[in-house]
């Protein structure tokens, strides 16, 4: 990939997997009543932020009327608002909140992706839909040079970014740090509601590990 604008609309148009394809259109069309009014976004995709960051923030995959409607990872539900309070707070992000994409949220030493860019039925993507959108985390890697921190929010980004950086993936937890000759692998469990309203990631741990992620990268 020359770019990084080529590769994004290489992602928007990407239709290799049909089940994900049918849902993300579905769920565009058939919206939940409190998002009746919008359009939404319903294609794949990509990722973003400042294309000379040290930080590589790797999720899961857009959710079904956050990411997918609003057309930007992380915006327009409860992970975005946690994931953008953070990054706020530690210098990352220029406003506390991820509403839409027009909203005027700049990153600073931070890119955001995904294992998976289009949103899964029940968040499960197949092994397959991961091993086909694999290639798309392999041209951001290409493009993003200055990456030598990836923070991986849940099991899934963590598996997806040791096969980018060709390593053994270790036991999965919160806030563990991998340290490698190539690259710093920081973990964290994903900022979903049913990690985050059980009590399973606080918002204290939230915020230790992104002060960590500050000072490695």
């Not at 968040?123 to 290409?142: A, G, H, I, S, W």
Request: aromatic share 10%; charged share 25%.
């Amino acid at each position: 990939m020359k770019s990084i604008e080529s590769l994004n609309k290489k992602i928007a148009n990407c239709k290799k997997c049909p089940r994900l394809a049918v849902y993300i259109r579905d769920v565009a069309k058939n919206k939940v009543r409190r998002f009746k009014d919008e359009k939404y976004y319903g294609k794949p995709l990509s990722g973003f932020g400042d294309i000379n960051a040290r930080l590589l923030i790797v999720g899961l995959a857009p959710a079904a009327h956050g990411g997918n409607r609003t057309g930007r990872m992380f915006t327009g539900d409860s992970s975005g608002d946690w994931l953008a309070k953070v990054m706020h707070k530690h210098g990352f992000a220029s406003i506390p909140t991820s509403q839409a994409k027009n909203d005027g949220l700049v990153l600073n030493n931070a890119y955001i992706t995904a294992a998976v860019r289009c949103a899964p039925p029940q968040n499960k993507p197949t092994r397959e839909e991961m091993d086909v959108c694999f290639e798309y985390l392999e041209q951001e890697k290409e493009i993003l040079k200055n990456v030598t921190t990836v923070l991986c929010l849940g099991k899934i980004a963590y598996d997806a970014t040791c096969k980018l950086f060709s390593v053994k993936p270790e036991k999965f937890g919160h806030s563990k740090l991998f340290e490698y000759d190539t690259i710093k692998i920081l973990t964290s469990y994903h900022p979903s509601k049913q990690n985050t309203q059980t009590g399973r990631l606080t918002w204290k741990q939230w915020s230790a590990v992104f002060l960590k992620a500050k000072k490695l990268a």
